[in-house]
């Protein structure tokens, strides 16, 4: 009898696809590989980028290599951003490719654009800020100010003029050679924004990227919107010019005279800081007839400036914002006209204390659809009984008005047989025992309703009986005692 060891023999596992393929010496499947590696090598490449071999010194296959570049750009679009930034690092072609990706950036060293690094890297910019590069603040200092508009590392020696001075700013002719090097490297542009433009910059931009569309000057001057009559495409224009502790310049009418007749397809316009007057608002309402959003922020406008808004023939939507006096004097109200095609009025951390002055605002904004009332100081019952005008109401936002009662908002909010939204956040002085049964009626009726009062107010009553906030409550003793 044989010897036996008394254990079966074990079976060979069965070669898959992936055996036969890679282990087959045959001079077919070379003649295939080979052949899909030429039809790789003829597809187009991006700015010279070179092809993976298809054997690494480990003996393994990249069959990426296989695939042309345009075909891997259109996988990694389906990816999300934050994994392109792993796979620019798994070879050279994947980290050239990945900056094709990128349409959009928030540049923080000039030098990146200075040195042409910047259109190297990423040829598809259409979006790119430059705010913050055009400062030579300390990147490794650890205070940093933050504004609405800009956030900037500051020294904490300081001057008393504001924390962008003169002596903070890049040169000129450096911003003017760097936005020639990004015009010409970035043709395709879209968005820009930038601090302290001059003419000779701006109109490079506007000479080589005829797609731009919006524009973001900060620390703005009446010379500098001249070049802005070359953006032939331009839509939406934010101009900065003065920001309190931040920095000072002028716009004024001239500025406001020469941006009226050099962008006359301006859609949306944002005034942040600015001075004028009527004969500044009343030329960007006749020469732009596109215009359909204007925004008004902590503006330094002499008075009247508000007279002028009727010569905006088809303004949809008006925001003001920050300002601590809407005009000083919009003169007699017979006088004024109206805005027939203004659709959304909103009123943000303002300072409404004249009633004259709001009275006439409303009236202008007689047609309205929309209201939106934010943090404005000073928005008693009287006051917001100027709203009463507009009649054509169909929703209405108060958010932070802690002096308007539930019996000033019932006097108003009933004479508008159109109301269908109404949201009420944060007023403290409403209370839900205040209310009137006429305007509780009112809100079982509305399509969209949000009523929200004081959160504080709203927190003591869900902890009532619960023991916690007071004075040496249960859960400050001891166990045992």
Aim: net charge positive; charged share 25%; proline share 4%.
């Amino acid at each position: 009898m044989p010897f036996s060891t008394g254990t079966t023999p074990r079976r060979k596992k069965p070669l898959g696809w992936p055996d036969l393929w890679f282990k087959d010496k045959s001079n077919s499947l070379k003649h295939v590989v080979f052949k899909m590696q030429l039809d790789s090598l003829k597809s187009p490449r991006i700015r010279g980028a070179k092809t993976l071999a298809l054997d690494s010194p480990l003996g393994h296959v990249d069959l990426t290599s296989l695939l042309s570049d345009e075909l891997l750009l259109r996988i990694f679009s389906k990816l999300s951003q934050s994994q392109w930034n792993a796979n620019s690092l798994v070879c050279k072609r994947w980290f050239a490719l990945s900056g094709w990706l990128r349409s959009s950036i928030k540049l923080l060293d000039w030098s990146f654009l200075e040195s042409g690094r910047l259109v190297s890297r990423f040829p598809n910019l259409t979006d790119v800020d430059l705010a913050s590069s055009c400062l030579e603040s300390p990147k490794n200092c650890g205070i940093v100010l933050s504004h609405s508009f800009l956030s900037v590392h500051i020294d904490p020696d300081f001057s008393d003029g504001g924390f962008i001075s003169e002596e903070v700013l890049l040169p000129s002719d450096m911003i003017d050679e760097g936005l020639k090097i990004l015009a010409r490297g970035c043709p395709n542009l879209r968005r820009l924004a930038l601090i302290a433009a001059t003419e000779t910059g701006l109109s490079s931009v506007a000479a080589l990227c005829p797609t731009l569309q919006e524009l973001e000057l900060h620390r703005c001057t009446d010379s500098s919107l001249r070049a802005l009559a070359a953006c032939e495409n331009l839509q939406i224009l934010r101009v900065i010019g003065c920001i309190d502790g931040f920095y000072d310049s002028v716009v004024s009418d001239i500025g406001l005279t020469i941006l009226a007749h050099g962008c006359r397809r301006l859609v949306k316009l944002e005034l942040i800081g600015c001075e004028g007057s009527y004969a500044g608002i009343s030329a960007i309402g006749k020469c732009c007839p596109m215009l359909e959003e204007l925004t008004i922020c902590n503006h330094r406008m002499d008075a009247g400036w508000l007279a002028a808004l009727p010569f905006c023939g088809n303004l949809k939507t008006l925001r003001v914002q920050r300002c601590r006096k809407i005009d000083n004097d919009p003169g007699p109200l017979e006088h004024l006209g109206s805005c027939p095609t203004l659709e959304k009025l909103q009123l943000q951390m303002c300072h409404l204390r004249d009633k004259e002055i709001l009275y006439a605002l409303f009236m202008m904004c007689e047609a309205v659809k929309e209201i939106e009332l934010q943090d404005c100081w000073g928005l008693d019952n009287e006051m917001f009984s100027a709203a009463s005008i507009c009649r054509r109401v169909k929703s209405l936002s108060l958010q932070g008005c802690s002096l308007l009662t539930a019996e000033g908002l019932e006097s108003v909010v009933l004479s508008w047989k159109e109301l269908q939204r109404l949201r009420v956040v944060s007023c403290k002085s409403m209370k839900d025992t205040e209310v009137a049964p006429a305007l509780s009626s009112l809100f079982s009726v509305l399509k969209e309703f949000k009523w929200q009062l004081d959160s504080r107010a709203v927190l003591a009553s869900s902890l009532a009986g619960t023991g916690i906030g007071s004075r040496g409550g249960r859960f400050f003793k001891r166990a045992g005692l």
